[in-house]
C-alpha cells in the first residue's frame, strides 16, 4: 500500500491581523466564533479545518480592512 506523505498547512492569520490591527477578540465577535476557536487558527493549532470557519474570517477581514 501506499503511504499519503503528511502536507502542512500554515495560516498566516496572526500577520493579517496585525497589518489590518484587528484584535483576536475583535475577530471573534465579528464572526460569532469563540475565541478560543481563534486562537488556535491564529496558533496554528488546528489539526482539521474547517471550511465554514475560513469563510466566515476571510469574509470578515475584507469587510473589516474596506472599512479601514
Known amino acids: 500500500t501506499k503511504t499519503i506523505p503528511k502536507k502542512n498547512i500554515k495560516l498566516f492569520l496572526k500577520e493579517v491581523l496585525v497589518d489590518r490591527e484587528m ?30 470557519i475560513i469563510k466566515k474570517i476571510c469574509l470578515v477581514i475584507v469587510l473589516y480592512s474596506s472599512f479601514q
Open 23 to 52: 484584535s483576536r477578540y475583535q475577530l471573534a465577535k465579528l464572526t460569532n466564533i469563540g475565541y478560543q476557536t481563534i486562537d488556535n487558527y491564529y496558533k496554528n493549532k488546528v489539526v482539521r479545518y474547517d471550511s465554514d
